[in-house]
């Protein structure tokens, strides 16, 4: 008979960590802070507070190291969290390497993905402040989702715009979206200013993230019982993403074992800041060895590509001004199927950690990830998001060359909503792109152009 072998690590739910973990406490260098497009001062508390509770704002801003998770957002965490750990013995089988591969699994939440994680808190938190609606904007529409079920929880309304182009392309969302209780919109759409705008230009714009942000500050800028709600980003958002680090790290105590290579894939970088930044912690206060890599689209690369400086978090220039990797705050991505990874900029502490060399970057192009989204279905049961599987891409091809003694895999998402991403890649139908460095550069100076004079 076979030795029993450790497949999947469960924490019970008393072991599920109470606190989150502030990265901004250890840096080794702090991150340009965010300023006021207006003033070129740094932004202050009352500049955000149209928008946010104080609590999100502090927790914004925060210098402590951890930040206690409260009771009344613990006991809807429970709902799915602690997230298992798993040995990915069947993809180790098929790749025939030695290296031994975990992943973090957040596809079990309400909504299949990791954003659940940072949805319930700022729900939580605006309900507190006496709020009673959150706008927001979503991309394939896993934001959307996680925002909905976070409402709904607290009694809260959800009001959504989605990105045109999934709107049209991925109806099931929307579905989910209603059956939980939200209000979508395509965008652009006639109801924001900023919407009009667009439309005027191009009545048949397909949207983009930005657009959508736009309109949803739009709308709560201007409505004294709404807030607005980011779902990436932002570093209280990372913040409340760190519990998935949190538990990963006792979990690889019961395991026995320790992660050489940390692997996430990045869109505004929340996953992979939730999955690796308690792994920093470790290199840097107990000399851990640990190498962590973000992995972004080929066709939205703002780590790899991208230019490192002060752009808007959104395209009508609403938010404040965020040092990070952008393509310019008007950048209109290819439609790939991984529409949670198609947004212009990146957290501006995940770019930090790019830019000071904690981190490493690299893209890749949509059919190799969904080659490594396939295989690892058939070998490990689950169908991953198309975000996630340019994490799995990677791992697979450090796998294969053994370049590593064990990678952990930041897997965020489940992509059953995303069958028609698969049936196209099934039917051959996918095609890859990439961009020229130079004609990245030329459209992110342009857009750079259309900056307000930061005063010095
Ligand atoms: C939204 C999303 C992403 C990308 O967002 P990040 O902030 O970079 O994490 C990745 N994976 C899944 C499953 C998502 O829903």
């Given at each position: 008979m076979?030795?029993p072998r450790a497949r999947?690590?469960?924490?019970?739910?008393?072991?599920?960590?109470t606190?989150w973990?502030?990265?901004?406490?250890?840096?080794?260098t702090?991150?340009?802070?965010?300023l006021?497009p207006?003033t070129?001062q740094?932004?202050g508390?009352?500049?955000l507070?149209p928008l946010?509770?104080?609590d999100?704002?502090?927790?914004?801003?925060s210098?402590?190291?951890?930040?206690d998770?409260?009771e009344?957002v613990?006991d809807?965490?429970?709902?799915w969290r602690?997230?298992?750990?798993i040995?990915?013995y069947?993809?180790?089988?098929?790749?025939?390497t030695?290296?031994?591969?975990?992943?973090?699994?957040e596809?079990?939440?309400p909504?299949?993905?990791?954003?659940?994680?940072t949805?319930v808190?700022?729900?939580y938190?605006?309900?507190?402040?006496?709020?009673?609606?959150?706008?927001?904007?979503?991309?394939?529409?896993?934001?959307?989702?996680a925002l909905s079920f976070?409402?709904?929880?607290?009694?809260?309304t959800?009001?959504?715009w989605?990105v045109?182009?999934s709107?049209?392309?991925?109806?099931?969302?929307?579905v989910?979206?209603?059956t939980?209780g939200?209000v979508i919109?395509?965008?652009?759409?006639t109801l924001?200013?900023?919407?009009?705008?667009i439309?005027?230009?191009d009545?048949?714009?397909?949207?983009?993230?930005?657009?959508?942000?736009?309109?949803?500050v739009e709308v709560a800028?201007q409505?004294?019982d709404?807030n607005?709600?980011l779902?990436?980003?932002?570093?209280?958002?990372?913040?409340?993403?760190t519990?998935?680090?949190?538990e990963?790290l006792?979990?690889?105590?019961?395991f026995e074992?320790?992660?050489?290579l940390?692997?996430?894939?990045?869109?505004?970088?929340?996953?992979?800041?939730?999955?690796t930044?308690?792994f920093f912690?470790e290199?840097w206060l107990?000399n851990r060895?640990?190498?962590i890599r973000?992995?972004e689209p080929?066709?939205?690369p703002?780590l790899t590509?991208?230019?490192?400086?002060?752009?808007?978090?959104d395209t009508?220039?609403?938010t404040?001004?965020m040092?990070m990797?952008?393509?310019?705050?008007d950048f209109?991505?290819?439609?790939?199927?991984?529409?949670?990874?198609?947004y212009h900029?990146m957290?501006?502490?995940?770019?930090?950690?790019?830019?000071?060399k904690?981190?490493?970057a690299?893209?890749?192009t949509q059919?190799?990830?969904?080659d490594a989204?396939?295989?690892?279905?058939?070998a490990?049961g689950i169908?991953?998001?198309p975000e996630s599987?340019h994490?799995?891409?990677?791992?697979?091809?450090?796998?294969?060359?053994?370049e590593?003694?064990?990678?952990?895999?930041?897997l965020?998402?489940?992509g059953?909503?995303?069958l028609?991403?698969?049936?196209?890649y099934?039917a051959?139908?996918l095609?890859?792109h990439?961009?020229a460095?130079?004609?990245l550069?030329?459209s992110?100076a342009?857009a750079?152009?259309?900056?307000?004079?930061?005063?010095?």
């Amino acid at each position: 008979m076979a030795e029993p072998r450790a497949r999947k690590v469960v924490l019970t739910e008393d072991e599920m960590p109470t606190r989150w973990y502030n990265i901004l406490h250890d840096l080794p260098t702090p991150p340009p802070p965010p300023l006021h497009p207006g003033t070129g001062q740094p932004v202050g508390p009352e500049d955000l507070a149209p928008l946010f509770p104080m609590d999100l704002i502090l927790q914004e801003v925060s210098g402590e190291q951890y930040i206690d998770i409260p009771e009344e957002v613990l006991d809807v965490y429970r709902l799915w969290r602690p997230s298992p750990l798993i040995r990915a013995y069947g993809l180790e089988r098929v790749l025939g390497t030695k290296t031994r591969i975990y992943y973090k699994y957040e596809g079990a939440s309400p909504a299949g993905s990791h954003k659940p994680n940072t949805a319930v808190p700022q729900a939580y938190y605006n309900k507190k402040a006496g709020i009673t609606k959150l706008t927001t904007e979503t991309g394939a529409g896993q934001w959307g989702t996680a925002l909905s079920f976070a409402c709904a929880q607290f009694g809260m309304t959800c009001e959504i715009w989605q990105v045109r182009a999934s709107y049209d392309g991925k109806p099931y969302r929307k579905v989910m979206i209603e059956t939980l209780g939200g209000v979508i919109h395509p965008s652009p759409s006639t109801l924001t200013a900023s919407g009009r705008a667009i439309l005027e230009q191009d009545p048949h714009s397909t949207g983009s993230l930005g657009i959508a942000i736009s309109e949803a500050v739009e709308v709560a800028a201007q409505s004294p019982d709404a807030n607005y709600a980011l779902g990436s980003v932002l570093n209280h958002v990372m913040l409340h993403q760190t519990i998935i680090g949190e538990e990963a790290l006792l979990q690889f105590e019961h395991f026995e074992d320790w992660p050489d290579l940390v692997v996430g894939c990045a869109g505004g970088g929340s996953n992979l800041a939730g999955l690796t930044f308690p792994f920093f912690r470790e290199r840097w206060l107990n000399n851990r060895k640990v190498v962590i890599r973000g992995v972004e689209p080929a066709s939205c690369p703002s780590l790899t590509q991208g230019t490192y400086a002060y752009d808007f978090g959104d395209t009508a220039g609403m938010t404040p001004l965020m040092k990070m990797h952008t393509l310019g705050h008007d950048f209109i991505p290819d439609p790939i199927h991984a529409g949670g990874l198609r947004y212009h900029g990146m957290s501006p502490l995940v770019s930090h950690l790019y830019e000071t060399k904690e981190m490493e970057a690299v893209a890749k192009t949509q059919r190799e990830c969904f080659d490594a989204g396939v295989l690892f279905a058939r070998a490990e049961g689950i169908i991953p998001a198309p975000e996630s599987t340019h994490a799995i891409a990677e791992a697979v091809r450090a796998a294969k060359a053994e370049e590593h003694g064990s990678i952990l895999i930041g897997l965020s998402g489940h992509g059953l909503i995303d069958l028609g991403a698969y049936q196209a890649y099934l039917a051959g139908e996918l095609t890859d792109h990439t961009w020229a460095d130079d004609e990245l550069k030329k459209s992110v100076a342009d857009a750079l152009t259309r900056l307000p004079a930061i005063p010095a």
